[in-house]
């Protein structure tokens, strides 16, 4: 009888464990993935910033030209690398488009729920109460509130 007592124990606390060490991935990837996009975000300023002058102001094409950018004979990096996301450990990151074509952010392709939902850093204060990851939006040169951000003048997004 003690020896099941003690095995029932044992299970529940080995499930509880589970549990807390899921929750806590959960929100280490949260803090990645607010930090890989905090850094897209900066490599689309530095792009639009480093724009030739003369030229219409426009996103990069593709994410990769975010890692060596084509405008220039010289070699210009705005981000280093494109890491996956964390969501979804997949580089299948979703890109904003403007209605020229150019890339004004991206989000995740998770469609899970946040753990997170309040207390976000303030650059990112419209993430609040958004209920899929896929709701964050990472973007630069977009109006966002707390209804959402605004892509064109048709068109707002959580």
């Given amino acids: 009888m003690t020896v099941l007592f003690v095995l029932a124990a044992l299970a529940f606390t080995s499930a509880a464990t589970v549990q807390v060490g899921e929750l806590h991935r959960r929100r280490a990837a949260e803090d990645e993935l607010i930090f890989i996009g905090a850094q897209f975000r900066q ?5 639009h910033e480093a724009a030739p ?17 084509p405008r220039f004979a010289q070699p210009q990096r705005h981000l280093r690398h494109l890491p996956p996301d964390p969501m979804t450990g997949r580089a299948d990151w979703v890109l904003l488009r403007a209605r020229d074509g150019g890339i004004v952010g ?5 469609s899970r729920r946040p753990v997170r939902q309040a207390n976000f850093p303030s650059d990112f204060f419209h993430f609040e109460h958004r209920g899929r990851y896929r709701d964050w939006w990472f973007t630069w040169g977009l109006i966002c509130t707390a209804g959402g951000c605004t892509l064109d003048d048709t068109t707002t997004a959580p």
């Fill in 43 to 47: 490599a689309l300023r530095s792009w």
């Fill in 53 to 69: 002058a003369g030229r219409a102001p426009r996103g990069p094409l593709r994410a990769e030209d975010l890692l060596l950018d």
């Fill in 106 to 110: 991206l989000h995740s392709a998770s």
